[in-house]
Nanobody
Framework: QVQLVESGGGLVQAGGSLRLSCAAS?????????MGWFRQAPGKEREIVAE????????TYANSVKGRFTISRDAAKNTLYLQMNGLIPEDTAVYYCAARQSVSWTYWGQGTQVTVSS
């Protein structure tokens, strides 16, 4: 089991940057989980933004954020990151980190709000 706490959200102008963090704690090793970032905008379904493998060697991104966002993880700090550059108003959403050991995303954080003004 793992507990996830996001931080780093806020209000930023279009073209700006933010770095989200997700601190993981619990009895199971952080490195045993695939980790991901999701987001949900008002009136829309939750969508996956990026995913990273257990060791960090494999990363996948939604087409909408490729080239702008970078997912990373620090095993020593039990922390997941999402570096977001070139933000646009369409990136406005609540961002969640999540963890899985199998197919299903089992563990979720409480979310952090990101608002991009035009």
């Amino acid at each position: 089991q793992v507990q996830l706490v996001e931080s780093g959200g806020g209000l930023v102008q279009a073209g700006g940057s933010l770095r989200l963090s997700c601190a993981a704690s619990g009895r199971t090793l952080f490195s045993s989980y695939y980790m991901g970032w999701f987001r949900q905008a008002p009136g829309k379904e939750r969508e996956i933004v990026a995913e990273i493998s257990r060791g960090g060697g494999s990363r996948t991104y939604a087409n909408s954020v490729k080239g702008r966002f970078t997912i990373s993880r620090d095993a020593a700090k039990n922390t997941l990151y999402l570096q977001m550059n070139g933000l646009i108003p369409e990136d406005t959403a609540v961002y969640y980190c999540a963890a899985r050991q199998s197919v299903s995303w089992t563990y979720w954080g409480q979310g952090t709000q990101v608002t991009v003004s035009s």
